[in-house]
């Protein structure tokens, strides 16, 4: 009888020892996928074509070629009525304008200037265009707050989709015109968030 509790015994030991390292993959599994790649010259290549299609005005090729139809295009922006951070979510991008300031790829911060007092100092402290990886996590927070209400509200695979988003991604700049968020899905780039919080001088 002792004989067959301690079999149990070592049995459940190497169970648990089993469940332990399992885990342990999928953590390192799960952190190894959300980690940024470094620059490349297939993402420059692409961030080419994007400002060659903004300065076209090209939304149908802009939208076949950047916009994931699985995850689609978040958009973070101030609502109207109660001035707060919110986004919508949609599958296409629907206005763009043609000025590209530079189509020179530089990888360096730059800042927006809100000055109500001089207008010399309001916008941007460059212009051009920029890749940074000054990601902000506007989506989580809202979703958090969102969840204190209505908890559950959003599925796993969303969940999923934003972390890949906040930890993954470029912020491209194209000063006086847009800032996207660059994600790599599937050996792809493709625009997954356009920020309007970052030129947004209202309180």
Same mark, same amino acid.
């Given at each position: 009888?002792?004989?067959? %509790? ?9 169970l648990t020892a089993?469940?332990v390292?399992? !885990?342990?993959k ?6 190894? +996928? !959300?980690e940024?790649?470094k620059v /490349?010259?297939?993402?420059? &290549? ?5 400002l060659?299609?903004?300065?076209r005005?090209?939304?149908? &090729?802009?939208?076949n070629?950047? #916009?994931n139809p699985?995850?689609g295009?978040? +958009?973070?922006?101030k609502?109207?009525?109660? &001035? *707060?951070?919110t986004f919508k =979510?949609?599958?296409? %991008?629907d206005?763009?304008?043609?000025v590209?300031?530079?189509? +020179?790829? *530089?990888?360096e911060?730059?800042?927006f200037?809100?000055? @109500? ?5 309001y916008?941007w402290?460059k ?6 990886? =000054?990601? $902000?996590?506007?989506?989580s927070?809202i #979703?958090?707050e969102?969840?204190?209400?209505? @908890?559950? $509200?959003?599925?796993?695979?969303e969940?999923a989709? #934003?972390?890949?988003?906040e930890k993954t /991604?470029?912020?491209?700049i194209v000063? &006086?015109?847009?800032?996207f968020?660059?994600? $790599?899905i599937?050996?792809?780039?493709? #625009? ?9 001088c /209202?309180k």
């Open positions: 009888m002792i004989r067959d %509790i301690l079999t149990i015994f070592v049995f459940s030991l190497f089993c469940s390292n399992q !885990l342990s999928e953590k390192e599994f799960i952190k190894k +996928e !959300l940024r790649e /490349s010259q297939e993402l420059l &290549n692409d961030i080419s074509y994007i060659f299609l903004l300065k005005k090209d939304l149908g &090729n802009l939208n070629r950047f #916009i699985k995850i295009l978040y +958009e973070i922006y609502s109207d009525l109660e &001035n *707060k951070i =979510h949609s599958y296409q %991008i206005e763009v304008i043609d590209i300031d530079s189509f +020179e790829v *530089k990888e911060l730059v800042s200037n809100c000055s @109500p007092n001089n207008d010399a100092f916008g402290n212009d051009g265009t920029f890749l940074t990886t =000054h990601i $902000k996590s506007y989506l927070q #979703i958090q969102q969840n204190k209400i209505t @908890p559950n $509200k959003y599925k796993t695979e969940l989709n #934003i972390a890949l988003i /991604s470029y912020e491209l000063t &006086n015109n847009v800032i968020y660059l994600t $790599k599937d050996n792809l780039w493709y #625009i997954t968030l356009i920020d309007k919080i970052k030129t947004d /209202s």
